[in-house]
Each structure stands twice: as C-alpha cells, then as structure tokens.
C-alpha cells in the first residue's frame, strides 16, 4: 500500500444500467453498448458484471488519462520546489505524490472521473438516435450523454466504488486493529476517503487520547472521599478541565496546520465540483488594462458590494427565522417535557412520557433540518463547504435546546442535583448505547432488506422456488449498501454530520455537567474508543464509498466546541454556587464572591490560551513564507516577461 514506484489502478467508479433481455433480431447496438463505446474511446478500462436485475459497469483509469485530464481541468498541484502550480502531464515528475505513493488524491481522481464520463458530448451539428428495449430517443447536438441517459432511465445511478486491496489493509490495519487503541493510520485514511473524513478520525483519535486526563482525574474524584475538603477540590477539578479544553482545541489547531501541510493542502477550503470562481488567468495585458478602467471597476465593485451585503441579509433572515422557532416553538416543549418529568412519582409514567418525548422530539428535530435545508438554499454561500457550515449552525440549534435544556431546568432552576446526575447517567450510557446500535445495525438492515427484495424479485420472474440464488459480484453488494448520508439531507452534508453532531453533544454533556458528574468523562473516553473502530467499520463495511469531500479543517464544528466551553465555564459556576448554598438564599458570602471571580479569571485563561499557543507550528508558517516567496519572484518574471515580449533569465 505504502509502495511509491508503481500506481495501483483499481476501478473506482461503477455506472449501473437496467438488465436487458435481449431476443433474436433485436437490434444489439442499444444506447448502453454505444455508451460502453464512448467510455472506452476517452481512454476509460470498463468491466461489464451482470447482476439479479441490473448491470455494472465498472470504471478504472490509466494513470496517463488522468494525469491529461488533471492538465485540462488545471487542477494545481503542490511541486518538489515548494510552490503550486497547474498540473502539467509532461512535467509530472515534477509534482509531488501522495503519502501513499500515488499521483493523484482520491478527491483528484473522482474530480476526473466525474469530468470524463460527463464530458461526453454529442459533437456533431445532427441528432444522434440511441435505442434502449425498443424506445428512441435523440441525442442533442453539445448535450452530455450521461446526462441524457440519465433522464431517460437508462442510467439508473453513478456511484464510487470500493478498492478491495486498500479496504482489506484497512480493516486490518485500523478497523480491526483494537490493539493500537487510539492509534490510526491517518495518512493513509486521507488516500482512500480524502481529507475531510481524515480530519475527522484524526481529531476523534487526538480527541480521545486527551480524554484520558480529565477520565482518570474524575475517576479519582468518584473513587476518593476528600471530606471537607471537596469544597476545594470541585473548583481545583473545574479549573483543570477548562484549561485541558482550550489547550486541547489550540493544539488540534496546530495538528491540524500540521497535517495540511504533509498533505500538501492550501488552508483555505479547496474549490467544490460545483464552484466557478472568476477567470482571472488571461495572459493578454491588454484585457487587463481594460479590466482596471475605473468605470468598469466602480461597476464591478459596487455589484460585488451589492451581492455580498444581500448574501449576509439572506443569511440574517434565515437564521432569525430558526432562532425564533427554537424560542417560540421548542423551548416551550422542552420545558414542559423537564416539568413533567420532576414532578410526575410513578416511574411507569415517567418512561411513558419519555418515550412519548423521544417519539415527538424525532420528528420535529428531522422538520427541523428539513426547513434548514431549504432555507440555505436561497443564500448565497461560496461553496458546498459554506452551505455546510451555515446548516450546521442552524441544525445545532434544535439540537442544542433538545439535548441540554432539560439538563439546565434540573440544575439551575429546579436545582435537583441527583435528578441532574441520573439524567447524564441515562444519556451518557443508555442513549449512547441505544445510539450506537441503531447507528450500526440499521444500515445492515437496509442491505439485508434490499438484498433479500432483490432475490425475491429474481426468483419470482424465473419461476423456481427450489433453486438458491445468491449475489455474486461485489459490486452488486456494493450498490445495495445505503449511501453515507447525513439524517438531515444528503444533497448538502455527508455522513460526518451526524458524526461530528454526537460529539458535540457529548463534548458540552461532560463540560457543561462536570462539577455535578465528574466521572463523565471516563464514560466519554470509553465512548469514543469505540466510536473510532466502529465509526471505521460503518465506512469501510457497511456503506458504499463515500463522495470525497475537500474540508480542509473540522469547519463550523470548531466554534461550536469553542461556544460550548463558554458556555460550560457560566454552567459549572452555577452548578458550584448550587452546591454551596444549600438554602438556596443566593448570599454572596465569600465562597459564593470566589466562585464569580473565578468564572472571570477562567474566562481570561480560555482567550489568554488562545494567545498563548501559536494555532501552526514554525516549520508549517516557514515553509508557507518561503512558498510565498517563491510564488512572488515566479509571477513577478511572468508580469515582466509579459511586459517586455522577451524572456527574463
């Protein structure tokens, strides 16, 4: 897998067609076997596989058609002289391979592949007339055939394969690999699913390894009687575990500078399949000169100004409306679910009313996202990546009030302590159980459902109920697994979504809560030793390869883990002061006045931290000046050069 002089080719991509029943003097040369044609005359290796009641059509590329592909979209590519330049075929022993050994990332690779096959177009100045089980339709002259194809039926899906050889070195080197416990392969997790889904196992591993101080130190205070001197030691434990977070989140900031840069990855999140910056690489100096008249540039700049001010409202708008029906909508329900909760005796009716809870909560958090969905489609983000961010931030919401305003009625206004402890009980353990088996063995239901309709389907149209009929290919298998989707809406987040959500959630349980239940921390750890292997198991076994997606960082998740150390700072001071004044009389004696001005100074140490530890490491800022450098003396010949007609030496 590691080896750096050859290029594993590996089909990538599958294209599946309705199975076709051909009789004598039918006409054989249908619309699939011209566009098996096509494929192959673009340079594509095709494998034909006949399935229960489809097609297959795997797809694999040379690396010379890729490298000529990678050259016409000018995909830019970090170079051994420190810059990035657009890819040029014939200079290809000038650009950097991947950590393992091959050209191209697989988010490179799918961006050509995705080129090539929609790439296809009619050419001619004439109708094309294809057939498929005695229709005709036409094909348009500069239409893409897939396209048409695909509105026609014939093309049912068009989905990433797995690579047998790099899925089996994964699962056993990193799914099933449980004695490295929190080590992971992260280089070669970025080969196979691309940076996004890489920085996510890496922050869960480097998450989970910090997790161990504030477990050990919450276990001690569960298993050790300090007497009268835990008075001292909640606030001493409070303390620590605020410092560990922002620590923790500054130094996640440089790991993460750290591998953008091993990677060879701009900062800024790349360019998306479906985003179309300006063209700003025209070489003629006059159009330039042209572009920088002021007339022409006073019109650009009040158009820009007039799209950015009416992007921001659009975005106002859309949040107001979420927050307002978290206000009016939610935080009503929610409150009256904590109300009925504390004052109801019989245990019979508590878990009624809480499974009734679960059962309405489910529904209005997925309309939620739903309307969330919809509203960010009428804002005017840059990229997938901000369309991202921006639903994240407003599905966090619901799910924020869902998950923690009962927690915040049992603790600061009912002030129950006990009850606060068995609800984090109960949803630290109960619901993180529940939760990972619905999360792994409902995929594996929606296979086994898909598989066992398949077969049925195949021995119902043969007749014969005596014969065994089974899946053959591993492609096949591969097209019934479900796809790796947020529960929200697939068009516009992937899988990490809900991933990245149960962390969040379980992140402010255990700092929010920490003074209240200090051994939360060791359920967490426990948690997320597994959440790395099945998470891996879900990704490489269960669902089909995922889309690769060019995050460069964790995105809008970072300020939400930084609000909710806020956030917990507010929380555990008022949990502390609940404690202490066991009359509830709200006296600002001098533990209470000690416990305020410690909420002051731990908030001064979560910015002055943030200060304090530089978010990239020197080399990464070095090797990021010197790039710079390189980049400037490079543009300034070519402007020269430009210039003068002559070549500068």
Not at 203 to 215: D, I, K, N, S, V
Request: hydrophobic share 45%.
């Amino acid at each position: 897998m590691n080896g750096r002089n050859k290029e594993h080719t590996a089909f990538e991509i599958a294209i599946v067609v309705p199975r076709r029943t051909f009789k004598e003097g039918d006409d054989i040369c249908d619309s699939v076997e011209f566009l098996v044609s096509e494929l192959q005359k673009v340079g594509l290796i095709l494998e034909r596989v006949t399935g229960l009641a489809d097609e297959f059509i795997k797809l694999a590329a040379p690396l010379e058609t890729l490298g000529r592909v990678a050259a016409e979209l000018q995909i830019r590519k970090p170079t051994y002289f420190g810059m990035d330049l657009r890819f040029e075929w014939d200079e290809v022993e000038a650009f950097v391979r991947q950590p393992d050994g091959s050209l191209f990332s697989w988010c490179e690779r799918f961006r050509c592949f995705h080129h090539i096959i929609y790439g296809i177009v009619n050419r001619k100045e004439s109708v094309v007339t294809l057939k498929f089980e005695g229709k005709e339709f036409g094909w348009k002259p500069g239409e893409p055939l897939l396209t048409m194809l695909q509105s026609e039926g014939v093309v049912k899906q068009i989905f990433p394969l797995h690579d047998e050889v790099k899925r089996k070195w994964l699962l056993r080197n990193w799914a099933l690999n449980w004695r490295d416990l929190t080590r992971q392969p992260i280089d070669e997790i970025y080969s196979y699913f691309g940076t996004k889904i890489a920085t996510y196992f890496a922050f869960l591993g480097m998450y989970t390894r910090w997790m161990f101080f504030p477990a050990a130190f919450g276990l001690t205070l569960q298993l050790i009687d300090f007497g009268s001197w835990q008075f001292l030691v909640l606030p001493f434990f409070f303390i620590c575990i605020t410092s560990w977070a922002v620590l923790f989140f500054q130094f996640w900031k440089r790991k993460n500078s750290a591998l953008l840069a091993r990677w060879r990855k701009s900062y800024p999140i790349e360019v998306d399949l479906g985003y179309k910056v300006m063209d700003t690489g025209s070489s003629s100096v006059q159009s330039s000169v042209e572009l920088t008249k002021k007339s022409g540039a006073d019109k650009r700049k009040k158009a820009i100004q007039r799209a950015e001010w009416f992007g921001h409202l659009l975005r106002f708008r859309n949040d107001a409306i979420v927050i307002s029906s978290i206000i009016c909508l939610q935080l009503p329900f929610e409150l009256a679910y904590a109300h009925l909760y504390e004052v109801l005796v019989s245990d019979v009716m508590k878990f009624g009313l809480t499974a009734l809870y679960l059962f309405a909560i489910q529904y209005f958090t997925k309309i939620g996202g739903k309307v969330s969905v919809k509203l960010i489609k009428y804002e005017s983000n840059k990229s997938i990546e901000y369309r991202a961010d921006s639903l994240v931030y407003k599905v966090f919401g619901l799910y924020f009030m869902q998950s923690y305003i009962g927690l915040f009625y049992h603790a600061l206004l009912h002030r129950n302590i006990m009850t606060l402890r068995q609800v984090l009980i109960q949803r630290l353990i109960v619901s993180q159980v529940l939760q990972k088996l619905l999360e792994n063995s409902i995929p594996y239901l929606k296979y086994s459902y898909r598989k066992y309709t398949a077969v049925w389907k195949k021995k119902h149209e043969c007749g014969s109920s005596t014969g065994k009929i089974r899946l053959a290919s591993r492609v096949e298998k591969e097209y019934l697994k479900p796809i790796y989707s947020a529960s929200i809406g697939e068009e516009v987040e992937d899988g990490l979504f809900d991933d990245f959500l149960d962390l969040t959630l379980q992140f402010g349980m255990i700092m929010m809560f920490a003074c209240a239940f200090p051994l939360a921390f060791s359920f967490a750890a426990l948690n997320n030793i597994m959440e790395m292997r099945t998470d891996a198991l879900k990704l490489l076994v269960m669902f089909r390869r995922p889309v690769p997606r060019p995050a460069a960082t964790i995105g809008a998740w970072l300020n939400i883990f930084q609000f909710l150390i806020v956030m917990s700072i507010c929380t555990n001071c008022g949990l502390l002061i609940c404690l202490y004044d066991l009359e509830g009389k709200w006296r600002m004696d001098p533990g209470l006045a000690a416990i305020l001005i410690m909420e002051h100074i731990l908030l001064l140490i979560k910015f002055g931290f943030s200060r304090f530890v530089p978010e990239e490491p020197a080399w990464v800022k070095q090797n990021r000046v010197i790039n710079a450098a390189q980049a400037q003396e490079m543009c300034s010949k070519q402007i020269l050069r430009s210039f003068s007609g002559r070549k500068i030496e």
